[in-house]
T-cell receptor
């Protein structure tokens, strides 16, 4: 079945760039998503990319998609302490049945 | 900004009891979903709902689960007879489209269910 994998943990210093990586297995994915979850909160849609795109930039966020390698990354420029959270990668097909990764906990040190 | 709202935020129940989790999707959205996240595990798809019927459901969504849109605004998930393993955070989500439209899928803050 479909699977999405992420590393568990990433620690960066405030002001540095963060890069969170994700791999997925379903080649029929239509959209790939990044969600942010702060402690005790829900899943906040950060950004998403259509599967025929290579890159999408949205302010401090850059998403790169390598469809051949089924690799997705999220780069956060000028990472702030408020960016500390769990970041979930998800892949979706028509019907919006998303398959989520296990989440990467980003810790930003001042 | 429009958002998906869920109630209750936390419910504690005894095993075997019925539970109803409620959601108010974003008002102009047409597709509704329930996902769940067992503590320490991945977020998992349960069911999608469109035009007053289930579109897709996962293996998790067995006969003890049901969904309903009783009044055109609320979207509910009922667990008929709760088991210990139903303890999880349940997320409602809504989308303006279910196909390859905008791709936007918005989640609520979740309802934490604890079954004792």
């Amino acid at each position: 079945g479909e699977d999405v994998e992420q590393s568990l943990f990433l620690s960066v210093r405030e002001g540095d760039s963060s890069v969170i990586n994700c791999t997925y297995t379903d080649s029929s994915s239509t959209y790939l998503y990044w969600y942010k979850q702060e402690p005790g909160a829900g899943l906040q849609l950060l950004t998403y990319i259509f599967s025929n795109m290579d890159m999408k930039q949205d302010q401090r966020l850059t998403v790169l998609l390598n469809k051949k390698d089924k690799h997705l990354s999220l780069r956060i420029a000028d990472t702030q302490t408020g960016d500390s959270a769990i970041y979930f990668c998800a892949e979706g097909r028509a019907g919006n049945m998303l398959t989520f990764g296990g989440g990467t906990r980003l810790m930003v040190k001042p | 900004e429009p958002e998906v709202t869920q109630t209750p935020s936390h419910q504690v129940t005894q095993m075997g009891q019925e539970v109803i989790l409620r959601c108010v999707p974003i008002s102009n959205h047409l597709y509704f979903y329930w996902y769940r996240q067992i503590l320490g595990q991945k977020v998992e798809f349960l069911v999608s709902f469109y035009n007053n019927e289930i579109s897709e459901k996962s293996e998790i969504f067995d006969d003890q689960f049901s969904v309903e849109r009783p009044d055109g605004s609320n979207f509910t998930l009922k667990i008929r007879s709760t088991k210990l393993e139903d303890s999880a955070m349940y997320f409602c989500a809504s989308s303006p489209s279910g196909g390859i439209g905008t791709g936007e899928l918005f989640f609520g803050e979740g309802s934490r269910l604890t079954v004792l």
